[in-house]
């Protein structure tokens, strides 16, 4: 008989923010959608004050009783390197895993002499080392694992297990489960089996096979035979292939401005590219749309266009398709709130589409990048003369570099690391000419984003300064020298060798020294090239006696750039050819 368990990280969102900020436990805690937005976690304490899923936080937060509710901003390459550690404890602990989401995963326990056993093993082992709390539901099939699970979560003081692999077991469950817990009924299925007097999953396993088929179709049929035990779903370890990809967000403010909305657009298809890429897949379709707020009194335009692109991964075309869209769906006069790009029809490159003509050549696009990359990063026209003596030299350093940089942007992407420890070795000459904007320009902004901690501190002080908003680096000073670097994954890589909150581990023994950083009195346009080129998300800022004075952002950069460009497309084109494409 087969069996199966679901391991599911409770308020997993929440629990990732805890494991950094254990002061956080036993206190009711949201965390917020992009731009904070609305409610996509809570924890069990939030949930009892009534606080719902999907609630605008700004609604939410005036209402009494809540002034104990702390709300914290998403942050999802945290949960999916997060999500990464609980997969690797269960690879490491179960004969199979099937990830069926970012916090849920489904075990093969097929042959296991004591499943229940191992189960409480598991979550022990997720808790301890992912530092993640978890519920674990087993059954014959997905569909009872997944009731199972949910019927774990729902007594508070039980052990976190619950097995219903037995015919006995499932007998006495059954009563007390109404049918809009079991996967697969939507509101519509469940409206149509109260009709019949189904309240809950005794009734509704109850029911004739045929009777089933003709009301809910073949899907309804096939949730009916998997609670009765027939396995109908089968395990896989190689999840389906995606069939679309979107990246949205809502803006921070109202935009009224072409270019700012046409800004939005292009860094949208740029992230959605990148995304694309790693699940090594191409575009065939995309959609893009505008909105304003729905919420408010502004006047109400929503418009959105779709359609067929060369089949692609492309950055540059990407971008260029996403942006002849929304300059089509501009309208003056309105205050925009939202945009989005969602590429569709999604397929492997070697099954999608055949284009006997296509417009782009990728591989000669690739070359070129690397050529001009090659040409302008690595041989500098006021480069040092010994070097120029030393070609062969220079292509060894170069192939290297390249290597580093191209492993650097995959870890960016991954969501793993914001930093790439090598250095940046500037060329003394260089200095701002007219008119260059230098990083001085934006420093006020910087400073603020500034955070500090000394190299004999606890992590568990890191952490603490870590939980705060926006504060995803910490700079290491030694006697006001800057001498390292600590994020929050930096922190993930070492969890498993800490029991509890009370670890005395100090930062040095964990923070990046080898960092990447710049000065104020540099010019922007080249901080910026070399952190698209390693990609970088932030770097610090030092002044002369190597103090921290600042903390400087890759968007905050193009941003800047951006609105002082004379050509924005020229900058945008050679910011997507080099950091875009991998």
Known sequence: MTLFALVDGNSFYCSCERAFDPTLRGKPVVVLSNNDGCIIARTQEAKDLGLKMGEP???????????????????????????????????????????????????????????????????????????????????????IAKLANKAAKSYRTGSGVCDLSTDDARAAAYPGIEISDVWGLGPASVAKLAKLGVQNVADFVALPKDEVRELLTVVGARTHAELRGVNCISFSQTPPTRKSLAVTRSFGRAVTEKRELEQAIASYATRAAEKLRRHGLVATAMQVFVRTNEFNKDPKYFNQTTFDIEPTSDTLSLVKDALRAGRRLWRPGFRYAKAGVVLLDLACPQEGPVDFFPSIDIERRAADVGAGFRQHALWPKNADAGLRGHPARLVDEASETVSA???????????????????????PTCKAGHGAMIVKTILPRALERLATIEVGASVKKAVAQMAKPHTDLVVVSNQGEMAGVLTKTDIVGQMGRWVGAGCITHVDSVMTRDVTYCQAHEILLDIWSVMKERGLLRIPIIDAARRPIGIVYAREILQALLSEAENEDELLRDYISEVGYQ
């Open 405 to 427: 940089i191209h492993d650097g942007i995959r870890r960016a992407d991954a969501g793993l690391s914001a930093l790439v420890t090598f250095h940046w070795h500037r060329s």
């Open 57 to 143: 936080w700004h609604i939410a937060s005036k209402r009494s009783g809540l002034s104990s509710v702390i709300w914290m901003s998403s942050n999802y390459a945290l949960y999916g390197d997060m999500s990464r550690r609980m997969y690797e404890v269960l690879s490491a602990n179960a004969p199979a895993v099937e990830p069926y989401s970012i916090d849920e995963m489904f075990l093969d326990l097929t042959g296991v002499a004591d499943p229940l056993l191992l189960a409480h093993r598991i979550r022990d082992l997720v808790r301890r080392i992912a530092k993640i709390p978890t519920c674990v539901g087993i059954g014959p099939t997905k569909t």
